[in-house]
């Protein structure tokens, strides 16, 4: 099997060395690693493999190495600057920030569901929002059997989200600490707002759901609204999606459905107290869903719960996953 | 002013306790205090407006006593049995329970909604469920203005909802211990799982927000979904509710609306920051209101995030206040 020169960039954020844990574990095939990060990082060791690797500092010309894929996670800035750079050296770059999401020359991709948008990748390819990925892997196997009209999402989101320092304010808060972070204190509350606020009264995080769920999806009549919230949880992001179907369902089919669905486990026995839940969905790949239920108060309406981990399918391991399918469809 | 004998029954649990304090804080026109719990806490003494009171047991005659009023916290089969006896000796119970709230016979009552239902009442009268409460408070302006047509409730619950038990569990979890009262961890977690689970898949708690929004607002013509989620928070529900009016509206006339409604707080201004937030509403009697911005995905469709105490608002206070209006009402 042909192996690949992987750079990771931001090497030392939550998410780049949760990208190194999964090429790893997922055992990708790598012929040399290229850990970067920004200048303050730079020169620290750290493990892949149980090899030891220096990170290299992220500049202008850290692409002129011999590199075959640069999975990015360092920020919107960041990828700014360094992925059209990287791309125009040769580089294939999936890059985990909202940089490029909404660009329509760039695909936004989750390997179960829309992996044909690889095909016309330009040399950039942008890894959706966390609370997206989790959704749409979710969606697409009722998009496909009985068409959408409509979703609501409510979030129920970890604060790894934030990245450590995200996850360092609930340590703090949960020792009676006060918050450095966010805006309010995390532990014991809820909080109805993730990224910033626009002039609608919307979250960006908001937006992006409705926005890069109708991209992967490719269909801009998709009607959706969404409400983000974050909960004290480390990891894992739990959503409660009300989905409006195009034609006539029953439940049971929705089940079998999920049960063949890539990338899905269904957990759905709530007699025996079995749904999905954020502590196991903990370092797992999969999407879980449940709590499958007819909405009665549409013709055709479903409820669900849906979960993932979000460091890893709702960043690190999709794009890893997208790295995987690039191979599949010889696209690299 | 007349002042009046009132009962406390489930006096030393959760609810009764914060009825308790209630009634001192808003300063109730009592004249004798009647605390009452079953055989097990009977006999232990209770402070109410700095005087000791020692607890009676809850027994078939305890309402030869002149009581004019019992608040009712004990669990549905305690009302279930007592709540007759005490209404054919012409106490007026007020129940926190669920077992009467769907009895025809029986007015479900929150004070700013449908204070009027207290006319016809026949001596029980039914306190909603704490996640209804609130919604029906902060939807009634709404309704009586656009008209609603569906709603859509994702909920965030607080663990003082199960009363003492579940407070501790997330104690225990947060000290890293086991959890003994819920069937799986609180801490760090959601559970999609309040009161049992139903045939449909449905839990108890959906279903009673779905029927008990339909009663207090009259009108069962109101479609409504609900997914009720337990979150590591200690006291306040919030709740993410997605509702489509009937009628054309603007934003701001929703948040002239609540800034004039009775018994709501208007927080919103996200751009400081400033939306209801579980910490922020505990121990306080109104519903919070904010995060209001129009749902696009429908022609009169409106998101809102709605935050209480659901000790006080959502049980004790809305109790007390049922009490005060029916002096106000002249029905006591």
């Known amino acids: 099997m042909k192996s690949y020169n992987v750079a990771v960039v ?79 050296k040769g580089v294939i770059v999936i890059d985990n920030s909202s940089a490029f999401r909404m660009d329509p020359t760039v695909p936004l991709v989750v390997p179960e569901v829309n992996p044909e948008d690889l095909d016309w990748h330009k040399n950039i390819i942008a890894n959706p929002n966390c609370s997206t990925i989790q959704a749409v892997v979710a969606l697409k196997p009722l998009y496909d059997a009985f068409g959408i009209k409509r979703i609501v999402y409510s979030t129920y989101q970890a604060v790894s989200g934030s990245g450590v320092k995200g996850y360092a304010d609930l340590e703090r808060g949960i020792k009676g600490e006060e918050n450095t972070f966010y805006p309010h204190p995390i532990a014991y509350n809820c909080l109805p707002h993730i990224d910033s606020f626009m002039d609608n009264g919307y979250t960006k995080e908001e937006i992006k759901m409705v ?19 974050r909960v004290p949880v480390y ?71 849906v979960v993932a981990d979000n460091i890893r399918k709702g960043a690190a391991s999709n794009a890893v996953q997208i790295a995987f399918a690039l191979i599949e469809r010889k696209l690299i």
């Not at 926005?211 to 919230?229: F, G, M, P, Y």
């Not at 007699?271 to 108060?297: C, H, L, T, W």
């Open 10 to 88: 931001g090497a030392t954020g939550m998410v780049g060395q949760k990208m190194l844990e999964v090429l790893a574990e997922l055992k990708f095939p790598i012929a040399n690693l290229y850990p970067m990060a920004s200048k303050r990082s730079a020169g620290k060791e750290i493990l892949f493999n149980k090899k030891s690797y220096v990170v290299q500092e992220l500049c202008d010309d850290a692409f002129d190495q011999d590199i075959d894929i640069a999975l990015f996670s360092a920020g919107g800035d960041t990828s700014e600057r360094f992925s059209p750079i990287a791309a125009a």
């Open 211 to 229: 926005n890069e769920t109708q991209k992967i999806l490719h269909d801009n009549s998709l009607r959706i609204t969404a409400t983000t919230v």
């Open 235 to 305: 990891y894992a992001h739990s959503e409660s999606i009300n989905v409006e179907l195009k034609n006539e369902f029953n439940v049971d089919d929705v089940k079998t459905l999920y049960r063949k669905a890539p990338g899905i486990v269904l957990e759905d026995d709530p007699q025996n107290n079995i749904y999905p839940m954020a502590i196991n969905a903990e370092n797992k790949d999969e999407v879980f869903v449940g709590r499958i239920r007819r909405d009665f108060s549409l013709d055709n309406g479903v409820n669900l719960w």
